[in-house]
């Protein structure tokens, strides 16, 4: 499955017991998943069949991270999340919008702030190859 999540957690002090995460195998898209201060979104989901295969893929995501109140544990304002996904299918450029300016609580209530985290996570039992190259990314001001 290829997966997008966003997550929020709203205390000031994280707990790093409460494990609230939404589950892509079971959950569905935009239905957030949340405990008193964390919550967890599926913003968008396929099956791995689906993902494009032999071609490079790019994601442009702009990201609005959602607004806290600090010691006061409150998110004041949600954030927003645009991903589209852009690859070539033969000669035809593709351009796959895939997340739409969501509103969505993404982000954190800390000091140091919100932070953005990709990478590509398997299952332990797969021995199917997989291979991806995290080249050009880059941050700019929305």
Do not use: C
């Amino acid at each position: 499955m290829f997966y997008i999540k966003a997550n929020s957690d709203s205390k000031w002090m994280t707990d790093k017991t409460d494990r609230t995460l939404a589950n892509p195998a079971k959950d569905a898209v935009m239905v957030p998943v949340s405990s008193e201060y964390k919550v967890s979104t599926i913003a968008y989901k396929s099956t791995f069949d689906a993902f494009p295969k032999n071609t490079w893929v790019t994601f442009k995501v702009a990201i609005d991270w959602a607004v806290y109140n600090g010691a006061g544990n409150k998110m004041q304002l949600p954030g927003k999340l645009d991903v589209v996904m852009q690859y070539q299918n033969g000669k035809k450029k593709v351009n796959n919008h895939i997340v739409n300016d969501q509103t969505i609580a993404i982000g954190r209530n800390d000091d140091s702030g919100y932070y953005f985290k990709f990478g590509i996570y398997r299952v332990g039992s797969s021995t199917v190859p997989v291979v991806y190259n995290l080249a050009g990314y880059s941050q700019e001001q929305r």
